[in-house]
């Protein structure tokens, strides 16, 4: 059992940076698949990015490729998503997600996570 809790959201202008910060607690959360994803109103749910257990490998959705960052600290069972160069079409609640059973391997879909947090809400104005 994982429970995931989303922290750093806020409302920003475009080109800013801001961080999502995302703390598990549970047992052996370094064995577990984790990745971000966001919901904007009237839209379907949209993979961010996601990160294997060992932090080794990475991907992530096209719209967000090279301006976000996701890492992760073992040690502290967080997973972090860097947001640069935001504009307008980030704004979204962002979801945190957890999967033991993705273990080493990426997860891009929602269907592979078992584990969500409640959400952060990003705004970005122009």
């Known amino acids: 059992q994982v429970r995931l809790v989303e922290s750093g959201g806020g409302v920003v202008q475009a080109g800013d940076s801001l961080k999502l910060s995302c703390a598990a607690t549970?047992?052996?959360?370094?064995?577990?698949?984790a990745g971000w994803f966001r919901q904007a109103p009237g839209t379907v749910r949209e993979f961010v990015a996601a990160i294997n257990s060992n932090g080794g490998r990475t991907s992530y959705g096209d719209p967000v490729k090279g301006r976000f960052t996701i890492s992760r600290d073992n040690a502290k069972n967080t997973v972090d998503l860097l947001m640069n160069s935001l504009r307008p079409e980030d704004t979204a609640v962002y979801y945190c997600?957890?999967?033991?059973?993705?273990?080493?391997?990426?997860?891009?879909?929602?269907?592979?996570?078992?584990?969500w947090g409640q959400g952060t809400q990003v705004t970005v104005f122009s």
């Open positions: 997600a957890a999967d033991f059973r993705l273990g080493t391997e990426l997860g891009i879909y929602g269907s592979e996570y078992e584990y």
């Open positions: 549970g047992r052996a959360f370094s064995r577990y698949g």
